[in-house]
C-alpha cells in the first residue's frame, strides 16, 4: 500500500472515531467534500498543508495522520519538505520532531494549530523567516527560535534553501 493509501485509511479511521461525516469534516477543515472523499480513498496524494488543516479540524496532531507508516515519513507543501523523524507522547503532550526544507524563494502560511501548539525551530543551513504573519523573525545557521502556532504562522526562504529541525508540541 502507498503513502496516498496508508494516509488516506488512517484519515478516515480518526474521522469515523470521531462520529463526523465527511461533509461535517469537509465544513470544519475547508477541504472540499470531493478531496476529502479521494484521499480517504487514497486516489489523492496529501500535500503538508491539506494534512494540517484536516489534522488540526480533528484536533491532532500531524503525526497522528502519519501515525503507524515507517519512518521516516515524508510530505511535502508549497515552500516545505518536511520528514517526520520522531513522535513523543506522555500524559501532557505529544512532541513530534521533522527535518525540514524550506525551499528558496518560497513563502509557506500555516493555519493556527490546536490551543496551546509550539513549534521550535534549529537551522542548519540558510536563513529562514519563521513565526507569527505580523511578526516573523530571521533564523540563521545554528540559531534556534520557538513561537505560537495556535496563531497564523509562516516559513519563509528568502535568500536560498534552508535546512532546519522542527520540533512541534501539541498538549494534550
Known amino acids: 500500500m502507498d503513502l496516498a493509501a496508508r494516509v488516506g485509511l488512517r484519515l478516515r479511521e480518526l474521522r469515523e472515531a470521531q462520529d463526523l461525516s465527511l461533509s461535517e469534516l469537509a465544513r470544519r477543515s475547508a477541504i472540499g467534500k470531493g478531496t476529502l472523499s479521494e484521499l480517504e480513498g487514497g486516489r489523492r496524494n496529501p500535500t503538508l498543508e491539506t494534512l ?21 515519513a515524508k510530505i511535502s507543501g508549497r515552500a516545505v519538505d518536511a520528514v517526520l523523524t520522531e513522535r513523543f507522547e506522555d500524559a501532557c503532550a505529544v512532541t513530534e520532531t ?19 501548539t509550539t513549534e521550535h525551530i534549529v537551522v542548519l543551513a540558510g536563513t529562514a523567516r ?33 535546512e532546519a529541525l522542527l520540533v512541534v508540541r501539541h498538549p494534550q
Open 52 to 72: 494540517y488543516a484536516l489534522t488540526t479540524a480533528l484536533n491532532v496532531p500531524l503525526s497522528t495522520a502519519l501515525h503507524g507508516l515507517a519512518l521516516p
Open 130 to 162: 519563521v513565526g507569527s504573519l505580523s511578526a516573523p523573525v530571521p533564523i540563521g545557521p545554528g540559531m534556534h527560535g520557538s513561537w505560537a502556532a495556535d496563531v497564523p504562522h509562516l516559513y519563509q526562504a528568502p535568500f536560498g534553501d534552508v
Open 98 to 116: 521533522y527535518r525540514i526544507r524550506i525551499r528558496a524563494g518560497t513563502t509557506q502560511e500555516s493555519a493556527a494549530h490546536s490551543p496551546g
